[in-house]
């Protein structure tokens, strides 16, 4: 079984043009998010060949009667850089925002890009001016085909030019410490709950093939793969499945089916 799902495009103020013109759209600011799976509102992804379907209801039609689908998949392409963030883990997200999970998310990077990251977060507490974390970051030159694991807690900032495909938790809760002067809300009493510490080796994968967390399994393929169960597909370049030839990016939820090019594949986790 195979289910195409239709892109939604989310314009932000740190958006790229890259990506506006990847997918031959007109948005004001340039689109930042591609979101390629999605049952988060306003931007719940539709299946494509399903007239007024969205993928909530069609995974309700096959007896998938979940209140929200837990992944979420997208494209990112930044400008300039992300604010400075950190996201709650499912603890915080539920007895502080009224939300089921929190957002645990990781990084494939498509193209070279950097990030930053904050390891000692909890040093958050010692700064008298938010952009005092500046300071603190530690900036990682990626390379394509490397992973980096972005967990709730870790404060962390994606770079300009960088081109990734995120997967996470279904959860749009960020909470902003610092905006690079883009006068954006903050959130700094709740980010202080949210950091935690962590070790460089647990976060940077090089030239990954599986990376695992309790929300998910990403493995990277190539060649031709014989899926069994229900797997998530996002291509990375043009291939085949099911006989239907697909495009980089294109994403699928696929049953037992057979692909041919390179992928990643997602599976979801605990």
């Known amino acids: 079984m195979l289910v195409k799902l239709?892109?939604?495009?989310?314009?932000?103020?740190?958006?790229?043009?890259?990506?506006?013109?990847?997918?031959?759209?007109?948005?004001e600011p340039f689109v930042g998010e591609v979101w390629l799976l999605s049952d988060l509102e306003p931007f719940v992804t539709n299946v494509i060949?399903?007239?007024n379907t969205n993928l909530r209801k069609f995974l309700k039609e096959l007896g998938v009667d979940l209140p929200r689908f837990p992944l979420l998949?997208?494209?990112?392409?930044?400008?300039?850089?992300l604010s400075i963030q950190v996201h709650p883990d499912d603890e915080l997200a539920r007895n502080v925002e009224n939300e089921p999970w929190g957002k645990t998310e990781c990084w494939y990077f498509v193209e070279t890009g950097k990030v930053a990251v904050v390891l000692n977060g909890t040093v958050l507490k010692d700064c008298s001016n938010p952009s005092q974390i500046?300071?603190?970051?530690?900036?990682?030159?990626?390379?394509?085909?490397?992973?980096?694991?972005?967990?709730?807690?870790?404060?962390?900032?994606?770079g300009p030019g960088s081109l990734v495909v995120e997967i996470q938790q279904t959860s749009d809760l960020t909470y902003r410490i610092d905006d690079w002067g883009?006068?954006?809300?903050?959130?700094?009493?709740?980010?202080?709950?949210?950091?935690?510490?962590?070790?460089?080796?647990?976060?940077?994968?090089?030239?990954?093939?599986?990376?695992?967390?309790?929300?998910?399994?990403?493995?990277?393929?190539?060649?031709?793969t014989h899926l069994v169960g229900f797997w998530i597909v996002v291509f990375l370049k043009d291939g085949l499945v099911g006989g239907y030839k697909t495009?980089?990016?294109?994403?699928?939820?696929?049953?037992?089916?057979?692909?041919?090019?390179?992928?990643?594949l997602i599976k979801i986790g605990k």
């Open 6 to 27: 239709e892109p939604r495009f989310r314009p932000m103020v740190w958006g790229s043009p890259r990506l506006n013109e990847l997918f031959g759209v007109e948005t």
């Open 49 to 51: 060949g399903e007239s």
């Open 73 to 81: 998949i997208k494209l990112v392409s930044p400008a300039q850089w």
């Open 134 to 158: 500046r300071e603190h970051l530690t900036y990682i030159d990626m390379n394509p085909g490397d992973l980096f694991f972005v967990p709730a807690g870790l404060i962390h900032t994606l």
């Open 182 to 224: 883009r006068k954006r809300e903050t959130h700094l009493e709740k980010a202080l709950k949210a950091v935690k510490d962590f070790q460089l080796e647990a976060l940077l994968h090089r030239n990954f093939e599986k990376f695992e967390c309790d929300h998910f399994t990403v493995y990277r393929v190539s060649g031709r």
């Open 247 to 264: 495009k980089a990016f294109e994403t699928l939820i696929a049953v037992d089916e057979s692909i041919e090019g390179d992928a990643l």
